[in-house]
Structure formats: structure tokens, C-alpha cells
């Protein structure tokens, strides 16, 4: 800069000086990476008049002689300020780029894939933010990993002479793994296998790994369903001690235990349960008072007198958090000895139970209850479908006792409606399979009212077991209790959702409030429509996930200010806490400490979500696995996501999703609206949006990716 550009030209004011240092700041600390020199500056700001070129030069020179910025070896200008380091978890969307995401309070960090300094989806990283978008977001670069996520995945072995690459399952592991011959092992090209990072290039290389175990060949579904479990990190089988210590635990019940118990041997109980159930934690029982109401005893396998704190037992069960229930297998939180035998409540045999009796009179009105330890009788276990064939003909063992408490469950869920619950009926597949696994037909679950009626019951116990926690807090401080909390969903995501429903003909207005109303009152409307799934599952996804948590929110789905989960300790170790926490303020004692708690809410959330995750997999394997014999034929779907890549269509027929890439589309070249989650023709301008129908055609399947592609043939 010459020296008679140091001195202010008296036609310049100092306002006009101070607004362009501001430009020029703010300029420079958004690209803290690069300098810029004085003309790149003036063209950047867009200053065209001479008297302002004038005034950004001066501020230049100003900015410089207070350090706010510096002049480079090359003449351009820099920031002085640090770029801000923050640490996030890595979102690898696709093989191009990524986010890292900081929680709730701050926007994820965009950052290309070259950027990624080989971090991978889910490692936590320390970012530099170096740049703002034109829409405002921060974009960045990782400069540290900190922790990653998983050092083992899953893949297909493709074996050379001299070497062999793992490819993946993963849609987030963008990266092949290398894995020199003397790492192969056994396996043998197209197989599953685990493979595990040894060495993490920070050049633009694959990363090097060795298999650490051989699940299989590729698509056979023991070999799939293992890939799966891997993927997911859910344990093959109990540790050799575990299974030893589940032995020791005796089933049998002993007269002194008794006497510490209600006894409701002699009450007619029963249970009711899917087909195929083998582990039985909840049963019911029913009595006629003499006052003319009834009693019903909600009756729950007692895990905690068997599994103790501190026990190797209670250690594992605490991993693992939930039982996982994929395709064709369970994999039990506990040992089988004790979830399908000694604490399943099965017909004609004593067990021992922790209970929610309720006295109700006949408008299913609570009014006495009782919490406790009991010792029960199940007198009938019924199946689904055999409650079901009760309630509709009034005939048949139990029959009365069936459909006394089938008009009772009604009135309560009536009420629950009543007060704001919202009814999502989301609809769920099951499979049909051969004895190899292979599915035959895909059957969606039907939800009659003997499931409602369990269910109902189920929700009285444990949102009555919460509110009895509650009332007993002192004044000072609460008691230390686990919750099952759903917030108020975002209205961001509710507004959402409303533009959606409209494209449909649906008017949601949620700034007038009574959101559950609304919700329900379109839920009922979307019986047998095409549209019904997919707005069924974008209203669910709309909502806050609910989770465990010590401090009580309030059930927003359910319109419960109070509950949590004391139904399933078979397969779920929050309820495991409740009994304990419950046993121990029914005997008076205080509160033990809250940390220990919530930091096994956090985990077992964690779980429950893992657990979700793996399902959904199973699930989309095997639809996959049932589309590949369709290949070549026509379908009629709904479209059910629109994204830049593509659109998903769901099959009505079979409810498998699957992929039209926009690319494949010939009639036109389209461009996705992200604003309105749809494609539009350049040229022909025709808009196909979420809802919409297609006819599609299967043209291939990628059971590794689990993926089903699809071409469009026609749209109606």
C-alpha cells in the first residue's frame, strides 16, 4: 500500500471508514483460512465508486495497524483470528462429504470428504470451522480424532492373489479395507466377515485391517443375520461364566418366600402373548368384589428377586440393556434359564411376581390400588389370536373374564383419548420363513383388541407405578426414580409435517394448539387410504423420541404427566431399576443417590435405539431378500422420501421400500426442491412429490447394501 493511500482523503468520513473495517473484518473472518488481496477485497464487497475503493483501502490499512489483520509475504490480507476448534460426532452422509454434529444449541459443521482426516461415521473429532456458507451454515475441516467410534466392521471379502479388500455393509463406511494374505485367514472370496482397522492412513489410502472371524458366505442368512449382529455389536452368546451363574440361580419357590408375599394362587390368572412368545413377563388377574367392582392384578415376572445388584448377572443384564428381537431370533438381556424359565409367568406353575392391583368399577374408574410382591398361579396362557376368538364370541375357557376386561380396557383407552393421547398406528411386517430362513411372504402385524386390551393394562400399571413414586417425594427433593419422558414435539417439525399432510387435502393448523386432537383426528381419517403409511410414519418421526431419564417430562404421546416402565423386566433393564427403586420406598427407605441412575438411563437409551436399529436391518434384509425374486416385475407404491439422489417408493403390495435414482428418470432431466421435498422436470416441469403414485419395476437387489433399486415405469 503506497503512503499516500495511508492518510484519509478528507472526503472520506471516519463513519464511512468504520462501516467498511466491519465489511472487511467480517469478510476475512469468514474464509479464516485464505488472505485476499486488496483488489480481490474491493471485488468481493462489490465497491465500484472510486471514493469507496478509497475507503476500504484506508480500512485496510487501519485494520492492519491495529492488528486485527495481517499482511501476508504475498501482499494480501488475513484474519488474525483463530479458527474455533469445537469437538462433535462424525456424520458421514455419503462418500462426498460429511457433518459434524455438536448437539441441540449449535448447526452442524459441514465438511468435504477430503477434509475428513480419515475420521469415520460416529468418531468424535475436534473440527475447525474456516468458512460460513451463503446460507449461513459453518463449514469446516477435522483437525483431530479423538475417539473413534468402532474399530471392527462388517463386509464381503473380495480376495486377489497377493491381497484381499473387505467392502462394507455399513452405508456410512465409505472406505474399503485392505487386508494383506497373511491376514485373510480362512476365508474365501464373498464371504462375511469381521474385519478389524489395524492402521488408519492419513493420506488418501484405504485404511489396513485383518479378518478377525468368518460368519459365512454372502447371502445365505445365517451368514447375513451374524453380519448384522457384528454390524450392531450385539452379542452371539453369554460368556461361558454368565451361563454358569444363571444355573445357580434356583427355580424353585420356597414356603417362607410365600409368607413375604400377597398370595393370589386361588385368583383366576392368565396371560396372553404373541404365537411364538417363549419368555412370559406379564399376566392378569381377575376377581369379582363384593361391592361389585373388580380387581385386577397386574402381575410382573419378579427379575429383581432374582437378579441382584452387583451380581455378575445384574452386570451383563445392564450391557445389554434390552432384549433384541430380529427377523428369525431373539437375543435375551438375560440368560434363557431365567427369561424362558424360572421368572416366565407359564401356565400351571407358581412364579413369583412384583404387582399393580387396581379395584375398578364398572366406567373403569380406579378406585383403590395396591403395589407390591405377590406369588401367582397362571392358570391359561392364551394366545393373541385365541384372546381375540373370546372377546368376538363370547365362548370358550375364561371367556367371560376375557371380555369383562377387553369393555374395561375400552373405557380406559376411550378416556386416555379423552385427555390428549395420541393414537399412531403405525403399520409393522412380519415374515413368513422356511426352515433355512428364506421369507415366503411378508404379513403385516393387524393390531386387534386383545393386543389392545394388554396393552391398556400395561400402561395403567406403569403410569400408575410412576405417579405412586411421585406423591411419595418430599417436599426438598425428589426421589430418585427412572421415567420413560416424551416431549412436546419441535413446532418446526409439526409445521412440516402439516405442509406434507395439506399435499394430501389434510388442513392441520397447530398454532391453534390441541396438537394430539388434530393428530388423531387425521390418523382416524387415513384408514385404507394410499397415503395412510406414509403419513402414519412421517407423524412419527415428527415427535421427540422418548427415552429414560430421572427427571420426570411428562409422556406427551400417551398425555401422561407421569410415566415410566415397570411392565418388562424379561427384556428391558430400566424396569429392572423400577422394581428395585419401587421395593425400596415401599419399605421406607431414602432415596439412593440419582448419578448411578441417569447415567444407566443414558445407556440403556442408547440400547434401545441400537437395539431399533439392528431390527429395522433384519427387517430390510429380508425384505430385500424377498424383492430379489421379483426382479423384472411391476408394482404399484406411493412415494414415501424425496432426497437429491432420488426417490423412495414404497411397494403397497409387499411394504418394502425401495430407490428410483433421479438419474434413471429419462423422460426429462429433474432437479430436487429441497424446500418442498420434491423433483422437478427442467424442461417438462412435472412435479412428483411426496404421496405420489408410481408404477416402479424391480430392476435389482443388493442384499450386502440392503438396498432394492427400482425404475419408473408410470406415474398415476
Given amino acids: 500500500m503506497s503512503r499516500k493511500n495511508r492518510r484519509p482523503s478528507k472526503a472520506i468520513s471516519d463513519d464511512r471508514i468504520g462501516y467498511y473495517k466491519n465489511q472487511v473484518n467480517n469478510l476475512l473472518n469468514q474464509k479464516l483460512n485464505r488472505g485476499f488481496s486488496v483488489k480481490q477485497i474491493i471485488k468481493k464487497l462489490n465497491v465500484r465508486d472510486k471514493a469507496s475503493k478509497l475507503a476500504v483501502t484506508q480500512a485496510i490499512y487501519e485494520l492492519e495497524q491495529s492488528e486485527k489483520i495481517v499482511k501476508l509475504r504475498n501482499n494480501s490480507y488475513k484474519s488474525v483470528k483463530k479458527p474455533d476448534t469445537l469437538i462433535g460426532t462424525i456424520d458421514y452422509v455419503n462418500p462426498k462429504f460429511g457433518y459434524v454434529v455438536l448437539g441441540e444449541e449449535q448447526d452442524d459443521v459441514w465438511v468435504k470428504s477430503e477434509d475428513m482426516k480419515f475420521a469415520l461415521n460416529g468418531d468424535t473429532v475436534k473440527v475447525v470451522v474456516h468458512k460460513v456458507s451463503k446460507k449461513g451454515k459453518p463449514e469446516g475441516k477435522v483437525v483431530e480424532i479423538l475417539e473413534r467410534a468402532r474399530t471392527e466392521f462388517v463386509g464381503r471379502i473380495e480376495v486377489s492373489p497377493n491381497y484381499a479388500f473387505v467392502v462394507p455393509d455399513n452405508r456410512k463406511m465409505h472406505h474399503d479395507v485392505f487386508v494383506a494374505q497373511e491376514n485373510i485367514g480362512k476365508a474365501k472370496k464373498d464371504d462375511k ?20 472371524e468368518v460368519l459365512g458366505k454372502a447371502g445365505e ?17 453369554f460368556p461361558t461364566e454368565i451361563e454358569q451363574e444363571a444355573k445357580k440361580v434356583k427355580e424353585g419357590i420356597t414356603q417362607s418366600e410365600i409368607k413375604k408375599r400377597r398370595d393370589f394362587r386361588e385368583i383366576t390368572t392368565f396371560t396372553i402373548d404373541p404365537i411364538d412368545a417363549k419368555d412370559f413377563d406379564d399376566a392378569l388377574s381377575y376377581e369379582k368384589l363384593d361391592n361389585g367392582n373388580i380387581e385386577v392384578g397386574i402381575h410382573i415376572a419378579d427379575v429383581s428377586h432374582y437378579v441382584r445388584p452387583g451380581s455378575i448377572l445384574d452386570e451383563e443384564a445392564q450391557k445389554r440393556a434390552t432384549s433384541v428381537y430380529l427377523v428369525d431370533r431373539t437375543i435375551p438381556m438375560l440368560p434363557e434359564n431365567i427369561s424362558n424359565g424360572i421368572c416366565s409367568l407359564r401356565p400351571e406353575e407358581e412364579k413369583l411376581t412384583f404387582s399393580a392391583v387396581f379395584e375398578l368399577n364398572e366406567n373403569a374408574e380406579v378406585k383403590n390400588s395396591w403395589y407390591g410382591r405377590t406369588v401367582i398361579f397362571s392358570d391359561r396362557r392364551f394366545t393373541y389370536e385365541e384372546a381375540q376368538e373370546r372377546i368376538e364370541s363370547s365362548e370358550g375357557d375364561f371367556s367371560e373374564q376375557v371380555v369383562h376386561l377387553n369393555e374395561l380396557a375400552k373405557k380406559i383407552r376411550a378416556k386416555r383419548f379423552k385427555q390428549g393421547a395420541v393414537n399412531f398406528e403405525t403399520t409393522e411386517v412380519k415374515f413368513e420363513l422356511d426352515k433355512n430362513g428364506k421369507p415366503l411372504r411378508v404379513v403385516p402385524k393387524v393390531r386387534k383388541d386383545a393386543h389392545k386390551l394388554v396393552e391398556e393394562f400395561m400402561l395403567l400399571a406403569n403410569r400408575s407405578v410412576a405417579e405412586y413414586v411421585n406423591k411419595l417425594q418430599s417436599k426438598n427433593e425428589p426421589n430418585t426414580f427412572v421415567y420413560r419422558v416424551h416431549e412436546n414435539p419441535d413446532p418446526e417439525k409439526l409445521d412440516s409435517f402439516a405442509k406434507f399432510a395439506k399435499r394430501f387435502g389434510h388442513d392441520l393448523n397447530f398454532d391453534k394448539g390441541e396438537i394430539s386432537g388434530q393428530l388423531n383426528t387425521l390418523m382416524g381419517g387415513l384408514e385404507g387410504k394410499p397415503e395412510e403409511n406414509v403419513l402414519q410414519s412421517l407423524a412419527v418421526r415428527s415427535m421427540a423420541k422418548a427415552r429414560y431419564t430421572i427427571e420426570n417430562k411428562g409422556h406427551f404421546g400417551l398425555a401422561f404427566p407421569f410415566y415410566t416402565h415397570f411392565t418388562s423386566p424379561i427384556r428391558r433393564y430400566p424396569d429392572v431399576m423400577v422394581h428395585r427403586l419401587l421395593w425400596n420406598y415401599l419399605k421406607n427407605n431414602p432415596a439412593p443417590k440419582k448419578e448411578p441412575y441417569e447415567k444407566d438411563c443414558l445407556h440403556s437409551s442408547e440400547r434401545e435405539k441400537n437395539a431399533a436399529d439392528s431390527e429395522r436391518a433384519s427387517i430390510k434384509y429380508k425384505q430385500v431378500e424377498f424383492m430379489s425374486s421379483m426382479l423384472g416385475e411391476d408394482f404399484e407404491g406411493i412415494v414415501s422420501g424425496v432426497t437429491e439422489w432420488g426417490l423412495f417408493v414404497e411397494i403397497t403390495e409387499t411394504k418394502c421400500e425401495g430407490m428410483v435414482r433421479i438419474s434413471d428418470i429419462d423422460d426429462d432431466f429433474y432437479e430436487f426442491d429441497e424446500k418442498n421435498y420434491c423433483i422437478i422436470g427442467l424442461n417438462n416441469k412435472k412435479i412428483i412429490t411426496l404421496g405420489d403414485k408410481l408404477t416402479v419395476k424391480v430392476v435389482k437387489t443388493d442384499i450386502d447394501r440392503r438396498t432394492i433399486d427400482l425404475d419408473l415405469v408410470y406415474r398415476g
Fill in 193 to 212: 466377515v469381521v474385519v478389524e482397522i489395524k492402521e488408519w492412513p492419513s493420506s488418501n489410502r484405504n485404511p489396513v485391517g485383518i479378518v478377525k
Fill in 221 to 237: 442368512n445365517e451368514a447375513e443375520i451374524h453380519s448384522i449382529m457384528a454390524e450392531f455389536g450385539l452379542p452371539f452368546r
